[in-house]
């Protein structure tokens, strides 16, 4: 072995000075970068279990209230016309949160799992929106809330929009944004819903003037299982999938979506969705519930 003279001695221990740096510092990024992933894990443990809990009592407590009151109904000897009307409302009020929270979780679990299939017809979209203010008329009405669509501006009096789309897909977006709007107005309040078609998209804008967002908010009101209130001094129903599903299914349709909030003064969600081209397809849907597939081996 060949002898070193100083020189060489003094550059070898700096190279070999220099990897040990150098591999420190990989070492202190790749300890950051793990802090962060388990912290990004263990956020996503506390949110999901959050979920679980409020799903849990999203389901039971309508259940509860439909047993009990349908119970008492059968059990009651006697009942009177206005106790019996009263009883079977709440029943219908908790029977439709119910219904559509867990389409909700079912609409989430098939997009999760990749499953979501695309359909598409022609949709009479003035009747299928106003099917589903109709069937949200006995939540806006218990809170005395106005829920009012706008389309007269088309410059039509009998205005009819036929657009080519997935009715199902379409509904769910416009449920979803619509609940939110009662759900976090002022008793009172007022809801717009305006609809109209530029060029081969489809607008939907709805407008609510109840609590608003703080900016900071809107960062995260579209992320899966996150609510602006969590715990037990919650003031509002939900389970933080509306809004997260909302977006996904717009990405389906290859639209987008934005929001615009302030505090107090109230919300107002824009959707735009581009016409489904480029297939064969034929139909007419107006209450979201009838398709024509591309691929005539494809199901829901």
Known sequence: MSKLT????????????????????????????LVKINKKLEDSEAIKSNFLSNIRNEINNPLTAILGLSQQLLSAPEID????KNAI??????????????KNIFEAAEIESGETSMGA?????????????SSFRHYSESKNITVE????????????????????KLSVIVSNLL??????NNEGGK????????????????????????????????DRFRQLETGSTKTHRGHGLGLSITKAVVDLLGGQITVSSVKGIGSQFSISIPEALGADTEGFSSEGN?????DEEEKF
């Open 121 to 133: 017809s022609v949709v009479d979209v003035l009747t299928l929106l106003t099917n589903i203010i």
């Open 149 to 168: 669509m706008i389309y007269d501006w088309l410059g039509q009096d009998n205005p009819e929009i036929f657009f080519k789309t997935d009715p199902e």
């Open 89 to 102: 409302a709440i029943i219908h009020e908790e029977s439709f949160h119910l219904d559509f929270q867990l």
């Open 179 to 184: 609940s939110n709007a009662i759900e976090f």
């Open 6 to 33: 100083n020189q060489e001695l003094i550059d070898e221990l700096k190279r070999r000075f220099q990897e040990n740096d150098n591999a420190l510092f990989d070492l202190k990024v790749m300890t950051k970068k």
């Open 191 to 222: 809801v717009e819903l305006k609809l109209w078609t530029d060029g081969n998209s489809l607008k939907i804008d709805v407008k609510d003037n109840g609590i608003g967002m703080e900016t900071s908010d809107l960062e995260i009101i579209f």
């Open 290 to 294: 009838e398709f024509i597939f591309d």
């Open 81 to 84: 016309f206005d106790t019996m």
